[in-house]
């Protein structure tokens, strides 16, 4: 453990960097830190007691013993955070990368030398369920006046923050952070004009006219172009406002467990199932706003310029899945119109 504290702090204080030569973010460093306190548990809870070994020391014998005691770790490390935390592919997958990490660090910047044994750690991925809202959706939340006399005060400010987020497709620490001077005006079009907290590229959005119309609400107010939220209330929020909204259609939430599917549960629900608005949170704000401009027809290229992916995110895919289906269900709509256009011959 003191070897993975001092691995935290060359992280946090910048003796170990991205290997693009930046520093590395806050959430990365949390991400240490919940590992660590995740392994701590784990020795408590397990009575298994953490060693490094330097490998150049080792003979074959002492090497095979070695390479056993850290699959051994890895089997009853992964089991405990999937029996008894019942936690998930991607949760799982994530720690062990940090270790992978770790080990990483004591072979190339620490004169601990491990070996390369963490190599035999499997980390698993799975790709979460993402749901948008479909542009009829979010055409009712900006333009249906008598929705918006219903809510309160609060709760239009919270429709303010939702519908500027599945407008500008910013990640939500960026837009919580939204300042005057990310306004730029160019010949009378008003941009948003954004540096990205986490992968410090640069995004021109052109404003239409009713995100200008909500913006120009909190002109006043001395910090910010949005109402402050905590994120956590902000999540809490978006669920109460989807939910009068009526978006509260069946959703199948589904997660994986060592590689095999598994269909959630909403145990806060009489009827056990999940419903659209129980799903959403701050991030169905910018997953909304790549979808629709996919479905509306704009092109790869322009939507992930905008968004800051790479065009090798497979991230990215996932929203083309939603945008096709969208462009099949409205081509059905024209091929039903094109079978009533019947040639009337006189």
């Known amino acids: 453990m003191p070897l993975f504290e001092k691995f935290i702090l060359d992280s946090s204080n910048g003796k170990r960097l991205q290997p693009n030569g930046k520093k590395l973010s806050k ?36 090497t095979e013993t070695e390479r056993n005691y850290w699959k051994k770790f890895y089997k009853r490390f992964t089991d405990y955070l999937y029996h008894e935390l019942k936690c998930h592919d991607n949760y799982v997958g994530s720690n062990i990368k940090n270790v992978k990490t770790f080990f990483n660090y004591l072979n190339k910047e620490a004169s601990v030398k491990p070996g390369n044994f963490y190599k035999l750690f499997y980390v ?7 749901f948008p809202l479909m ?23 919270v429709k303010d923050v939702f519908v500027i987020g599945c407008t500008v497709a910013l990640r939500v620490s960026d837009l919580l952070n939204l300042q005057r001077h990310s306004l730029k005006n160019v010949n009378g079009q008003v941009y948003l004009v954004v540096r990205s907290q986490k992968t410090s590229t640069d995004t021109l959005i052109k404003l239409p006219p009713y995100a200008l119309e909500i913006l120009d609400k909190y002109k006043k107010q001395r910090q910010g172009l949005l109402p402050r939220f905590n994120k956590s209330n902000l999540n809490q929020y978006i669920k109460r406002l989807l939910e009068s909204a009526g978006f509260t259609q069946e959703v199948s939430v589904r997660k994986s467990r060592r590689g095999q599917p598994i269909e959630l549960k909403n145990e806060k629900a009489k009827n056990k199932v999940y419903r659209f608005c129980d799903v959403a949170s701050t991030h ?22 905008i968004s800051g992916h790479s065009a090798a995110t497979r991230e990215f895919y996932r929203y083309l899945f939603w945008a096709q289906s969208y462009q099949d269900k409205e081509t059905e709509i024209m091929f039903e119109k094109l079978k009533q256009k019947e040639l009337r011959v006189a």
């Open 124 to 130: 698993r991925k799975e790709e979460n369920s993402i």
């Open 284 to 305: 169905t704000m910018r997953r909304t706003a790549i979808t629709i401009m996919l479905c509306l027809g704009m092109s790869e290229h322009l939507v992930r310029k």
């Open 135 to 157: 542009p009829e959706e979010l055409n009712f939340l900006i333009y249906n006046k008598e929705f918006d006399q219903r809510l309160s005060k609060r709760m239009k400010e």
């Open 27 to 62: 959430g990365t460093i949390n991400n240490y830190v919940s590992t660590k306190n995740l392994l701590e548990r784990f020795c408590r809870k397990k009575d298994f007691f953490l060693r490094i070994r330097q490998e150049r020391y080792l003979n074959l014998r002492e």
